[in-house]
């Protein structure tokens, strides 16, 4: 039996990173590709890459995204060819990326393209993309729409988001790899990537959300919110732009009907009750250890539930 | 006025460089595709780059191709991450090989994308695919047909050629780059590379032998035998494939209609007379000074026979 984790970025990665040191190949992580940009003449998926990273132990931990020890000599030397300079990608990840465009143009579907590329780089747990059809968030603010790294690597997170769409999320199908992890899943674990251009994209695919919530396996999302603060990302904003409030209550209500459980940090400064069964533990995921034991906590946490 | 010159690898690219030397922007290279392959999710077109990493000084001349200085980080990540390893790409070298890939996916022509790259690198010759089509030189052995690649990287030239094809070349058009300067040619030159797979292809697309055969530019090829012998490549066993003798004579006799003039290397052991106007000079282009008075010599002998 498996334990299935939605993820985006960095912490839902950390997560799955955790729970891949406790369950070994019984990790099968879906990950977000609405984040995914086709830039430098190469096919990036930013989210399902860095998850990647993080469970093959190649993570740049400290830049927070890229390979450790990675250089930037294509990406520069591609940029003096006329290249836009905006998108950095490292030596190692352009060649994930460059790998990932060939398998694809090939006739590959992106989640087998994933699955290879995460297996050839040792990953022991399973990295899915959440379907294969592209999917791209789109962030509206004053300057009007823009794509979510133009948003976040461009313009730096800076502008009022306005407006939150995942073009092309209506006409994705389910995959039939997500469709079976979730069928099989003993459990299901809610990353704390934000929950709004994170695991939104993934939860818009039609089927994931419907197979999520009907699952007889329990549930669970982790707060991104640590000490009631945003580790990284516009998370706050991304809430406060669909109504939400940027705590870990406003998460639980984010995911209404989806989830059956909270795990909350423990030093969360938020309301007492979030309406469903809650468990506080310390979250933040700063070592190996911390990372695993939250995926421990995690783990006996939804078997409570079950 | 312009200089155009024919050329593949090496020797023709060497003499470029030196007739750029003498001529600044006024040469114009008509440059062999056949070679060309993707590989590695990338459009290599390897004789195109050799020239213009010769006409900007980058050249690694000990290996002979690629970038001076250049490793191979992506090449190998490539390579764990499942790509064949018998074409070697350096870091730089791929970085040009992408941005050709993005500007021609983008819809530019071949011949466009060459110019952009040649001049973003600094080229001040201007370097011309020999075509926009996709022509791909193959080459028969005991083993069956195989492209022009793999015959001379992954087999190392090794088996005996049988038969030699532009697959392609037909349906290829001359473009109107081409055609502007062979038509505007004060000096026509043929490099000193391989007459059969390097210069071949070039004269194979329609319209391109008939250019130079009715020019009123004078035109001289320069024979790749330095002190009668072949400086590197196959050049003798493709001048047998093809039923000439593998030296000067051959070379004349391979080009006859097309040239009025031939330069040859004054260590040259072969017959006094080759049939059409010949200059007997020093061809070895060890040394920028050496390239550069070949250059000087080549363009002499063309006036003198103007």
């Known amino acids: 039996v498996k334990t299935v984790v939605l993820a985006g970025g960095t912490g839902g990665a950390k997560l799955a990173a955790g729970l891949q040191d406790v369950l070994g190949e019984d990790v ?6 609405g984040d995914d940009v086709e830039a430098l003449g190469v096919y ?24 450790r020890g990675d250089v930037f000599t294509v990406f520069e030397r591609l940029v003096r060819l006329g290249e836009p300079d905006w998108f950095r990608l490292g030596d190692l990840d352009l ?77 994705a199908l389910m995959t039939g790899e997500v469709a079976d992890a979730l069928a099989g899943a003993g459990t299901i674990v809610i990353g704390p990537s934000n929950p709004v251009i994170s695991i939104g994209p993934i939860l818009a695919v039609p089927g994931i959300r419907e197979a999520i919530a009907t699952s007889s396996a329990p549930v669970v999302a982790v707060s991104p919110f640590v000490d009631g603060k945003v580790v990284k990302g516009p998370t706050a904003e991304c809430l406060r732009a669909v109504g939400a409030t940027p705590d870990a209550e406003g998460v639980a209500g984010h995911y209404e009907g989806v989830i059956g459980g909270m795990v909350v940090d423990s030093g969360d400064p938020g309301p007492p009750s979030i309406g469903i069964p809650t468990v506080y533990v310390p979250t933040r995921m700063d070592s190996p250890s911390a990372r695993r034991r939250l995926g421990e906590r995690t783990l006996e946490f939804a078997s409570e539930l079950a």
């Open 44 to 67: 990036v998926s930013p989210d399902p890459d860095l998850i990647t990273y993080w469970l093959t132990g190649q993570i740049d931990e400290e830049r927070g995204w890229g390979i």
């Open 95 to 171: 060649a994930t990326c460059l790998r990932r465009r060939r398998l694809m143009d090939e006739g590959m579907r992106q989640t087998e393209a994933q699955r290879e590329i995460s297996s050839a780089l040792g990953a022991r747990g399973c990295v899915l993309a959440m379907c294969d059809e592209p999917v791209r968030t789109q962030i509206r603010t004053a300057g009007g729409w823009m794509g979510v790294q133009e948003y976040l690597v461009r313009e730096r997170a800076g502008p009022a988001i306005e407006e939150i769409a995942f073009d092309g999320a209506e006409g």
């Open 28 to 33: 099968t992580v879906i990950a977000n590709t």
